[in-house]
């Protein structure tokens, strides 16, 4: 929208120094012009139109139907962001149904750095019996075993300190871990480091996270739910 003026004391100051245009900036630090910044410019429009050539009623009429599309664009916006805001807030409180389900991580890798012990945590569905707990390298092969004490169902912490079965010492490098168990009856069974039962879900600055084994995670670190 253009403002005019072809009168001779009819002027409207422009910022010709940057100093000048720095402070109509600071005014307006986002450079962004809204409905209102349009009402003021038509009316100052109207104020230093030339008597003897007024604008025309078509012109006016262009210039508030702007205005109007403005206004409901805007509203437009605004209700488009509380209801991203609202379905934002559903999807997070959805997570809660997650609650007594299985997360899977995608992995049962653990990253084993020489002479320092790794900690990892195996979920055991049902109660164990007797079992073998087996650490595999990248090529699959095993290169150690920790016995599995008979316990309850749940999930259980194992260290490793990076001793293979031959008694030499594993490089550093990424490892696998499984574990193979008969339950309270006698089936045979197996499991797998990361798979874990959802315990609890807590809401962090409107992020949720799930409680799997002993931490809490965010859901984009969960590859499956089941």
Do not use: C, H
């Not at 031959?166 to 089936?187: K, M, R």
């Amino acid at each position: 929208m253009a403002i005019t003026s072809t009168g001779t004391n009819a002027a409207i100051a422009v910022p010709t120094t940057p100093t000048e245009r720095t402070n109509t900036a600071d005014g307006n630090p986002n450079g962004v012009l809204g409905k209102d910044d349009f009402l003021k410019l038509l009316l100052v429009e109207l104020q230093y139109q030339d008597p003897t050539e007024p604008t025309d009623t078509e012109k006016i009429l262009s210039q508030t139907s702007q205005l109007a599309t403005l206004e409901a664009s805007d509203n437009t916006n605004k209700a488009l962001e509380s209801l991203a805001a609202s379905l934002g807030n559903s999807q997070q409180f959805s997570t809660i149904a997650a609650i007594g389900k299985t997360a899977d991580l995608g992995s049962n890798a653990i990253s084993y750095e020489e002479g320092s012990p790794s900690s990892f945590e195996v979920y055991f569905p049902e109660a164990i019996a007797n079992g073998t707990l087996e650490i595999l390298d990248a090529d699959g092969n095993v290169v150690n075993t920790i016995d599995v004490e008979p316990n309850p169902a749940g999930v259980y912490q194992f260290d490793w300190d990076g001793t293979l079965s031959n008694g030499n010492q594993a490089e550093s490098g990424l490892y696998y871990i499984t574990s193979s168990y008969n339950n309270l009856e006698g089936d045979a069974l197996t499991t797998r480091m990361g798979a874990y039962p959802i315990e609890s879900v807590r809401f962090e600055e409107g992020q949720a996270l799930v409680k799997v084994g002993s931490s809490y995670l965010p859901l984009d670190k969960i590859k499956e739910i089941y």
